[in-house]
């Protein structure tokens, strides 16, 4: 029995443990950890000087596989190189573009809050071909669809050399052929500068080292509009070659790369397509039209249904949140997409939705709305959540019920082994995907696996807290009564 009196003592340690060594699912933690800030912070306004880096293969709507290398200087002058590819592990180049110009920072952006405008001016586009078949194809684009200017770029029937760096637009001689390659650099107009510590991995070192991620413009899903959109949302970021997370193992590749040397990555294993589990975002996300949000997803395998929460925030750190959308539905079964190499087809059918507004401004919005279009009219409050699917959804937050959304999902593993799953990206004009033509070409953010069999993560209990709600009325824990773990104890040491 003498060997058992740690266990009482173990409990008693417990029961005057702080309450924040308390235990929590993987996918709670990872949502507090995002409503934390996750301790970042933005530089405004943002510092750009040095290399940035792409941290994978990029998925462009189209679609368009590249990676990406950009070098600012001092003296605000720029020297970008965008690698593209056949392929969506991004080891069959196909050309290169060299792309020098100048770029002047303006203003925090009134439009996406924490971000920065700038203003940019190109001075020449160069492009190098890496096979014949490239240059063919290019060659055949810029004759039937440029100006004048541009109809004679490549004589039909001209033989490759490899190396060779043909001019697209010159500033000097006013010369622009970038049109038909869909090219622009309305990126650089929308930026954002974002720092975090990342905790050593291994065991002999402590501490952390720095990570900056650089946020460009967002892309355009339609091609016809990308060559005059004017970003609101960001890509997925570039990281400071000096300062990227680790492990990274297409950061130096791309580092080293050139328009002569374009980067392949490492090959990665193509995994199935295994929905099963609970996904969560991995940072606050921004969409265009200015939405930050989290995103939170249950997908039963068993019988293809599915839960979504979506968590919407009115900052860029999400610590404001303004209303939480939970959905739920059905989906079907996955083919390999046509269109996208290395993705898959679903269709997702969305029959029921709650929302609950967290802010004064939300609850006024909704009580505002017509009535029979969302919720019961004049009922909503800050914190209470009401469901939507009597009336069809919610016009008000353009939501409506029953609807089926025609998607494109990835799965792959990153550096770390952790599983990601990236969601077809939205509209950027902010509709729905509900057509089988508005299918999505390219990503979202990717959701990382916290776990693995889905998880009910409102409601639990660990050995110590027992769930109750703080004076917010958010979930919090308190201690499990003294007597009761003591009883515990002795329950152990009669058996023993």
Partial sequence: MVRCWWLAGLLLACAGAEPSLRWEPRCRQQLRHLQDGARIAARLPPRLEGRWVSTGCEVRPGPEFLTRSYLFYANRLFKAYQFYYWDPSCRDPSYSLVIKGKLRLRQASWITRGATEADYHLHKVGIVFHSQKAMREVASWINQTSGEGCSGFLPPGRTWAPGALYELLSAKTERDCTAALGFAMHELSLVRVEQHYQPWLQLQQSGSRLVEELYLGDIHTEWLERLHYRPTGYQRPLQNAMHHVHPCPACGIIYRADEHHPPILPVTAQLPMQLSGSWVSTHCEVRPAVLFLTRYFIFHGNNHT?????YHYSDPLCKQPTFTIYASGHYTQG???S??????ELAFKVTQARVMPMDQVTATMLNSSEPGSCGLAGSWSTGVEQDITPTNGCLALGIRLPHTEYELFKTE???KERSLLYIGERPTDGSS??????????YQAPLIQCAGAPEEFSNYVSLKYLGRKDANGNEALKPLPVAFLLFIALLVLRWD
């Fill in 339 to 344: 269109k996208v190499r290395g993705g898959t």
């Fill in 433 to 442: 995907p509900d057509r089988p033509d508005k299918r999505p070409t390219s």
């Fill in 335 to 337: 083919i390999p997409s």
């Fill in 306 to 310: 599915w839960e979504g929460y979506y």
């Fill in 413 to 415: 593993q990153d550096a």
